[in-house]
């Protein structure tokens, strides 16, 4: 039984001949931003998609809060409190924002969902009350994102900027207690990005929760980390503080072919 | 020797099938439509072909050909000149290739990318529109044609077959291997493996995607006219437009088998799916109640069936290698355009007249006005009356259930299902015998009829979980067509079909009028409450995305298995209702052409919108009805213009007509008006429709967020 809040110990996936994650272990303490770095095919998103259940390891536990996670079917993991968001934004493309904050809210109303139908259909005061403080958690969500011209637009008409803020406001309404970030700020332009960390920074305070995040853009995860992980081709490279990181030859070597003054490099 | 009989039978019988599925191959592996109309397009050519070939047409009952402008009396019945062998058959060729042509370009080049739902109801839509021109066209009963060739009757070692046998089963070996080598060999066969793979990627190469298609129908036709001359030959030699139009299953099925890319894995498919057949029905049943159950006519439907669910499921190496499985649900609403989206248009227009605040603000009691209007004439007539109009207002309101159950699977949870009619008649078969047998009555058969449609729709529902898309599609049609020619004919339902209306009166039609009325509105104000609630979110999300769905918590199984036993549930009681009004059940009002049609009327009504069911009964039942008192001949023309619809709606608006009047009449958005006016029609851009437009204006949004303050007020959930 692991110490950590979050532990991942020793996840391995293979793709037929291709090993993509290779005895992978680190920890993630409650309240701790870690970020995941790595050039393309490091195999961060599938380590995501690992912890989200979408790829059954090969060997491995995942711990949260002294649960494997392996063990949970998937959608039961964010019944356990794993929020998480994908690297193109995969929201629902035929609803409203409002809608979609408001499904993210799904595993906050109580009730089976054959319970559910019943009542529902027959709209017992019940349904209604709960649904009534769904739609006011939602907008107050959406509120706080600044999104309240946007609020009954479709998922499918908005820029990605604002989609992504959809996205969060969605982790927000539905208050994980670890967040799986899959790169918040591909898509969107360089001045939001820069707006990016403090709003990350902000939601930790307001939420109370952890997040492990994957990112391209280096000043942002650098800036907002408390601890960095490094990833190539499936195995940790190397991890520590944002400044360990930044200064192991192992990741200058994997990332950028060479050493050179890094801060150089992203200004 | 049996065994061995009925195996080379089933052999023969398997080509065919695999005749018939290579041209559903050849389009599929090109283009990725499910083509539906595969049947259609193959019976035509078949019907040009008999009618000009001069060995069969002297002999047949309606040797000319009816030309009928609708709505009009003006029509023209030439007699085809009567052709030698071959030339009959280069024309009847010829003219499927046109019409194979002419579908490519006229309607499905305008559906590249087009989600599933709209591929599968565009080829419907086709298919019904072809079928009730040429049921005009060339005849409304079926002819019986002469034998192709002097059929020999060859028997080696005791088994028979015929020459048009070793014809069907050499000709659909060489299709297989000679379209295998011309796809690996060839150009112009490899151009088309290549748009398969990514129409981007090829175009890029230079590849004219829009002629690999043209070519792709092209062939698919020709096939389809050669498979249908020659099954018709081979088998009962009756020339009709239902036998082959049932025949897609099999097709699809053999397709299947080839993972609906290889010609010769279609090919081995035909022939096992025959031999399955051959061998199921040749079992000498143990017991009297398996003997009736499964020696029934529909026995090869109900093995098709069997086949299709175990191949998916089990989705073995050797089929599904290479062969791309759904991702998506295959069911979403239109993408937003460039340009005004056509409903902004609308509104733009309604509001420089000053209209739109009027209908949105200002015409509360005008719509109330609205709605007494329509539903006053519903309550019209006398309660205690035999009225045709109960008729018809009855199989208004089973229509409107019936799209009410396909918005609940299929545009709400996205789970594309053809077998809507089957827990319908599961739920009519059930109600003949609650009500007849154990005297029930009225008030606990109807809800009762509808707790028989779910496990019906649960028995399909957990094969679904594994499928998406059109895979599901085909099991959902295998099913519906299992129903129809297997389940629902067999004698004890045929001789339990009989209603007994009891307290509603024998003798009345009103009042089961009236009754089920109210039992569909109770339904309607249900789902209408379900949608508000965070069921339909969760239904809605699994069709939107069924991962981001998994990772906020939305068990995927339980919630399309409970979106399969609702739908089930309505259908059962659109079921109860039509046992109420017909009093006798019978198996041909539940068939997989009528499933097909309410799709379409769906889907032109507007999948995703509960009033579609209203609004489909209103536009395919009532007002045919009205129209056809005062202008002929409007039934067949009414099939036709619904086909035409079908396509016309899924190629310009598939979100339907209830989407779009919804999107017209919806509140005023934030800055809203100054988008009109900021936009003239030639720009066609939408800043209205793009978010957050320019860089800046989101960057501020990402400031405003960053610098927020989330402190929830006390007495909100979760504070």
Known sequence: ?267 | MYWAQLVVAGLFAGAVYALYGQGITLVYKATRVPNFAHGAIGTVGAFVFFKLWDGSAKRLLIPWIHFKIPFTGVSWNPNPPALPFAAALAVALVISVLLGLLVERAAMRYLVDAPTISLIVATIGIFIVITGLAIDMFNQQTETVPPLFNDHVYSVGGIRFFTTDVIVAILALVLAIGLGTFFRFTNLGIAIRATADSRETSRLLGISADRVAAFAWAAGSFLATLAAILIIARSNRQLDFVSLTILIVPGFTAAMFGGFTSLVGTFIGGLTLGVAQNLFIGVHWPTRFLSTAFGAAGAPQFVSFLVVVIVLMTRPKFIFKGVRVDEESGVGLGKARSGLAPEDQLRRVLDRRNTLLLLLEDWKIGRWLLAALCVIPLLAIPVFTVSYWSTVLGSAVFYALIVLSIVVLTGWTGQISLAALGFAGAGAFGTALLSTQFHIPFFLVMPMSGLIGIPLALLIGVPALRLRGFFLALATLAFMVACETWLFPQSFFSTHNDVARGVLRDDLSQPSFYMSLAFAALVYIGVRNLGRTRVARAWHAIRDSENTAISMGIDPVRYKLLAFAVSGFIAGVAGGSFGYLNLKIVAANFTFFFTLTYITAAVISGIAMLAAGPLAAFNFVLLPTITARSISGTNEAIFIIGGLLAVLTVIQYPNGLAYFYSRVLRRFEAGERVAWASTTDAEGIAPAAAGAGTEEEEEELFNRAAHGDLSLPAGVPGA
């Open chain 1, 1 to 267: 039984m692991p110490d950590s809040f979050f532990e991942i110990a020793g996840i391995s996936l293979r793709f037929g001949g291709l090993q993509v994650l290779n005895d992978v272990s680190f920890t993630v303490e409650q309240g701790e931003i870690v970020g995941l770095i790595g050039p393309n095919g490091a195999g961060k998103t599938t380590l995501f998609d690992v912890v989200s259940g979408f790829h059954k390891p090969a060997g491995g536990h995942i711990w949260f809060k002294d649960v494997d996670l392996v063990e949970e079917r998937p959608y039961r993991r964010a019944w356990l409190g794993l929020g998480r968001t994908f690297q193109t934004a995969r929201l629902f493309q035929n609803e409203t924002v409002l809608d979609t904050v408001k499904t993210a809210c799904h595993r906050r109303m109580g009730g089976g969902a054959l319970v559910s139908t019943l009542r529902g259909a027959l709209g017992t005061p019940s349904s209604v009350t709960a649904e009534r403080e769904v739609e006011e958690r939602a907008q107050m969500m959406i509120a706080r994102l600044g999104l309240d011209d946007y609020s009954n637009k479709l998922c499918s008409e908005l820029s990605y900027g604002t989609l992504r803020l959809t996205e969060l406001a969605s982790m927000l309404a539905m208050e994980p207690e670890l967040v799986l970030l899959d790169e918040p700020s591909s898509g969107i332009a360089q001045r939001e990005t820069e707006a990016l960390g403090p709003l990350l920074l902000e939601l930790r305070e307001e939420l109370g929760a952890t997040f492990l995040l994957i990112e391209h853009d280096m000043p942002l995860i650098m800036g907002i980390s408390d601890r960095i992980v490094a990833l190539a081709s499936g195995e940790i490279l190397a991890q520590g503080t944002p400044a360990e990181v930044q200064a192991n030859d192992q990741v200058i070597e994997s990332y950028l072919g060479g050493r050179v003054d890094l801060d150089e490099v992203v200004a």
